[in-house]
């Protein structure tokens, strides 16, 4: 019996736990099994466990095509896919990729990360130190899957930006707007955000690959919580925003957006943000009371691969890791 008070104490841990664990259905493509933890007193505290056999795995398939097929060396490849019905059927058509860049030397390499994205090719950004603040020392996933997204040709939400006046809130390293740019010289596009680093770094990359289409300018979300506050440029055509959804009540983001609606009220307007974001179902209330507008709300999920070189000149021998990287996004389009 002097065991009788650990092993209760044991049961009494591990229940719980046992209690927690939800298999998710098979992935059609993948036939990895998702295995779920989740923490019922917050939402935001879920940890997600993958155990998958890249082996067997048709996304393999996929990849190996991929990598043999661009003119780039990719560090690592993302696909993305709309979620129906709890699933995700991930194909060769809907992907980006994170590559290396011989342009840079190696001194300036850690500044710097590019993508290949289909139909668009390479398109550059500049990261700034953490130690700067904000959130726009990397690129997110957000901006990730949308740019794919919105500029794949084959995906049923391709679109044309030529001719359209495109608006960025929060752009960060400014992945959406710049391959937007990259590949629709006729558009005319403003990234912003509220650090002045960001813009400036934004800038050096437009200046540098000579994208006359681009202007970048410091934005202040505060200032849409003044009535009385006239946005500095208005009239666009598309406001876009990856990622920006950070707080419980996004109140001076959503203002911000419908003071630029105000000016043109049938603007487009494209959200993609984590779907764990606690502000989302908030966002999207507000911005419902747009009058005649129809707002539609996907979930797409995106998976990841990291690519270890070939050791030779035969492709044949390059590897994959494990998933490096397992998002759901909630994308809320208002057109």
């Known amino acids: ?31 990895s099994r998702l ?45 993305y896919d709309f979620l129906e019905d709890g699933r995700s059927s991930f194909s060769e058509k809907n992907w980006m990729m994170e590559v290396e860049d011989k ?38 996933n957000s901006a990730r899957v949308l740019s794919a997204l919105l500029l794949n040709e084959d995906s049923d939400m391709k679109t044309n930006f030529d001719g359209k006046r495109v608006l960025e809130l929060g752009a960060g390293a400014g992945l959406m707007g710049l391959s937007i740019a990259r590949k629709h010289p006729e558009a005319s596009v403003d990234l912003t ?37 006239i946005p500095p440029r208005t009239c666009y055509d598309v406001i876009i925003a990856t990622d920006c959804i950070y707080h419980h009540i996004p109140a001076d983001f959503t203002a911000t957006v419908l003071k630029f609606i105000e000016h043109n009220p049938n603007a487009r307007i494209l959200i993609s943000s984590p779907s764990n974001r606690n502000g989302i179902p908030l966002v999207v209330d507000r911005l419902q009371m747009i009058e005649d507008r129809q ?33 759901n996004f909630t994308l809320i389009d208002i057109q």
């Open 103 to 140: 342009e840079f030397s190696n001194e300036e390499a850690g500044r710097w990360e590019s993508f290949f994205l289909k139909d668009v090719g390479v398109v550059r950004t500049r990261k700034s130190h953490p130690a700067d603040g904000g959130l726009g020392h990397v690129v997110w």
């Open 35 to 79: 295995f779920t933890f989740k923490k019922s007193v917050r939402r935001d505290a879920c940890i997600t466990f993958i155990r998958s056999s890249l082996e067997s795995s048709s996304a393999l398939k996929h990849i190996d095509q991929i990598v043999k097929a661009v003119p780039v060396q990719p560090r690592a490849v993302y696909f």
């Open 193 to 229: 955000d509220y650090l002045p680093c960001l813009v400036d770094n934004i800038r050096e990359v437009s200046e540098r690959e000579s994208m006359e289409n681009i202007d970048a300018w410091v934005l202040d979300w505060k200032n849409g919580l003044i009535p009385e506050w």
């Open 295 to 327: 707002v539609e709300v996907r979930q797409l999920q995106m998976i990841g691969y990291q690519v270890i070189p070939a050791v030779s000149e035969d492709a044949s021998d390059i590897r994959f890791k494990k998933f490096v990287d397992h998002s």
């Open 1 to 31: 019996m002097k065991f009788g008070v650990p092993i209760l104490s044991f049961a009494f841990f591990c229940t719980p736990l046992a209690l927690c664990w939800q298999p998710a259905p098979l992935w059609s493509s993948t036939n």
